[in-house]
């Protein structure tokens, strides 16, 4: 979707070393989330924010943090302390409201040097 | 978000052969999404079903809510090479913004 643009596409990193993934949104929605892709796993959800400042973990947030200083951006830190972060990782955002369709970035994807 | 459990995992298809996927959950869902994603790129909204028995239909697509709205269904008439993908159901909470998906079901369509 055009409205939401991920950074960088392909990302690799260094064990032990912290990476952070940008996720940036032109599209005014208030709610935004990280989910990680796995083969045969479908979408996991890490971490999702309803408003600026407020952020809820998700079903696998353990090594991941998140910030939501502004409601256009929802950047996302892949600590060390995550061990297997080998993945696909998409940004969504939508309008608030529980029947309101997700966007989708293009997604970044994270390999382990 | 609502948990649910999407079947089959996978499908393999001839092109022109019907296919269907299934999302069932435990619980009553409040509404349910259908989301596609091509290889190699990003989930995509497909559509919404609210009401119970909810049926609609996209070309060839056809896509019902379950009468007790603890299940849905996407079916495909005649499928086409450009149905190849993952089609995920996403169900939907009141009052949450928490949303999860199914595994989905990924579909792959033989020439």
């Known amino acids: 979707d055009g409205g939401i643009t991920q950074s960088p596409k392909y990302l690799f990193r260094k064990e032990g070393q912290n990476v952070t993934l940008s996720c940036e949104q032109n599209l005014n929605h208030d709610a935004m989330y990280w989910y990680r892709q796995d083969p045969g796993q479908g979408l996991r959800l890490i971490y999702y924010s309803q408003i600026v400042n407020d952020f809820q973990k998700g079903d696998i947030a353990e090594g991941y943090s998140v910030s939501r200083e502004k409601k256009e951006s929802f950047p996302l830190t892949v600590t060390s302390a995550q061990k297997n972060p080998t993945a696909f990782y998409l940004c969504a955002s939508r309008r608030v409201g529980s029947n309101q369709p997700q966007h989708f970035g293009d997604g970044t994807r994270l390999s382990i040097l | 978000g609502q948990q649910v459990m999407q079947i089959p995992q996978y499908q393999h298809v001839q092109e022109g052969e019907d296919f269907t996927t299934y999302c069932n959950s435990s619980t009553t869902l409040s509404n349910i999404q259908w989301y596609k994603q091509r290889p190699g790129g990003h989930p995509v909204f497909l559509i919404q079903?609210?009401?119970?028995?909810e049926v609609k239909k996209q070309k060839r697509l056809t896509f019902q809510f379950g009468e007790a709205k603890k299940n849905s269904s996407l079916h495909i008439t005649a499928t086409q090479t450009t149905d190849v993908g993952t089609y995920f159901c996403a169900p939907g909470a009141d009052g949450s913004e928490k949303l999860v998906f199914g595994k989905g079901t990924k579909l792959t369509v033989n020439p």
């Open positions: 079903l609210v009401k119970s028995g």
